[in-house]
């Protein structure tokens, strides 16, 4: 007789029972979030069935998972232990008497959790609503999204995007409206006009869907209040029916007890199975990651990125284990102190590792005042402009010149035949030719620059090596920023390793231009060029 385990009534298994058997003990539950006693950061979710641990000591995911990070075993361990304590183990044998069909082995929990609270403790008499086996969650209806998809010449958000934009083509427009479906509101007199961003996970389910206001400068809208001009098309069609005096529909009814939210699920999240080759890039609103796309190229090409959205900044230790086996780019919001940046490297340093995503997070915006995001970055140029920078990113090896030096004497022979106006004003001004040895240095500090080089140093002295700034970067921010954004090549290969010298740091011309192009791209090759680095 041999006796084997289903994986899939396995991950039935309340994870409340689980966790039972594991030792933790249910504290209170808000909404549909269970948390637990002495232990901080840890969720379980019973209406999904999984679990969650925000400090990042037991990962997250299903049973099979819980009982992984807890028991410090692998996938089939965890899969006997729970057979072994559910009492899930079936038997097969060649005497079909013997035999009981897998269809017919209910499930029968070893301790009914609603019959007998004192077994989780007093704490749990608190605990609202009704835990057991998991509830189907409820998503969009098809119908609803598409009803979305049109109206797009009075659409707030492309039609900003058209003015602002002034060469994006109709066909890279059109085309990313289809990838992320964007759709619009329309007989609305609050919304009208309004764009849509709908969540739609890899199985094509729709979890939700966004309302968002635009200004013509393609900025979310506001109230007289201040706040921002953002809903959810759930929360229109409830507010309708029930000022109209009729009966929701029975998927609207249960989306309010069961409905996907948020952040469950990417923007952009249904495009991960159609561009597996595609680095990802992470951005908080969907906005910006339709103007990446736009300014980026479309996602054909894999070497581009494919952009996603978070939704919102503190979604993104929910939503990055989605990334799972890819490689991610994260290009965090400009925020007072550089918050917003430690704050993501720290959700990276925490999460990645756990669920197999190479991350990296872009400083591109580290040091920049007040509120702006990778959108605002690229805006100051035209597409064109920017994609014509795209292709002088790789520049060519080139063996070193041959330059042959001429002596003063030569030079004064030849200027009369080649530079007549330059030799004729070397006759009257008496200026004498010399050699490139008789020039002093161009790096001759004095005393004061050197001065100012110490205290430039000394204002990271005593932080700690991760807060520490790349000072290389610093420099070259420096010099863009006196550049206005815009590099000239010749001039970065001449002037680079001078400023930077001055600095302290020794770099070649080569070496000092790649750092250039890597700071004036990053979003494009920051996953490259930290792993070369």
Known sequence: MQRRFDVAKLRSIPILEVFRMLGEVPLRQSGKVVTFKGSDGLRAYPYTNSYYCFAGKRGAGD??????????????????????????????????????????????????????????????AGLRGEFGSPQAITYYPAAILKATQKGYESNSFVQAC??????????????????????????????????????????????????????????????????QKVSFIHSLLIKHYKSSGKQLPKWLSDYQTTGAKLSYCLFGEHLLPLYPENIVGIVEAPKTAVIGTLY????????????????????????????????????????????????????????????????????????????????????????????????????????????????????????PEQLP????????????????????????????????????????????????????????????????GEMDLQQARIELPVRLRQYGIEASADSALQLAVKERYIYKHAFKYSLAG
């Open 296 to 415: 980026e190229g479309l996602s054909d090409n894999p070497d581009n990125i494919l952009w996603l959205a978070t939704w919102a900044k503190g979604y993104l230790k929910k939503l990055l284990p989605n990334l799972k086996g890819r490689n991610v780019i994260l290009f965090p919001d400009a925020s007072p102190d550089n918050v917003t940046y430690y704050e993501w490297q720290a959700i990276a340093d925490e999460v990645a590792d756990l669920h197999g995503i190479n991350v990296i997070v872009s400083d591109m915006l580290c040091g920049i005042e007040g509120k702006e995001d990778i959108a605002d970055f690229l805006l100051r140029k035209s597409i064109s402009v920017y994609r014509r920078g795209q292709q002088a990113e790789q520049i060519p090896e080139q063996p070193p010149e041959q330059v042959t030096e001429q002596l003063p004497e030569q030079v004064t022979e030849q200027l």
């Open 421 to 484: 106006e330059i030799a004729a004003l070397i006759s009257v001004l008496g200026l004498e030719i010399i050699t490139g040895e008789e020039i002093k240095p161009f790096i001759d500090f004095e005393q004061e620059e050197k001065q100012r080089i110490k205290e430039f140093w000394q204002q990271y002295e005593g932080l700690p090596e991760q807060t520490k700034p790349n000072p290389e970067i610093l420099i070259v921010q420096k010099m863009l920023k006196a550049w206005g």
């Open 63 to 124: 049973v099979i998972s819980l009982v992984v990070n807890y028991l410090k075993t692998d996938f089939v361990g965890a899969c006997q232990w729970l057979a072994d304590t559910f009492n899930m183990w079936e038997y097969s044998s060649n005497d079909k008497k013997s035999y009981q069909p897998r269809s017919k082995r209910a499930y029968k929990p070893a301790l009914n959790i609603e019959s007998n609270p004192q077994a989780y403790g007093e704490s749990l």
């Open 162 to 227: 058209q003015n602002v934009i002034p060469d994006v083509s109709h066909e890279d427009l059109q085309r990313v409206i289809e990838l992320y479906q964007i759709g619009t509101v329309l007989n609305n007199k609050l919304w009208s006009g309004a764009a849509t961003f709908p969540a739609i996970d890899r199985e094509g389910r729709c979890h939700t869907i966004q309302i968002k206001q635009f200004t013509a400068d393609l900025h979310t809208a506001k109230w007289d209040d201040g706040s």
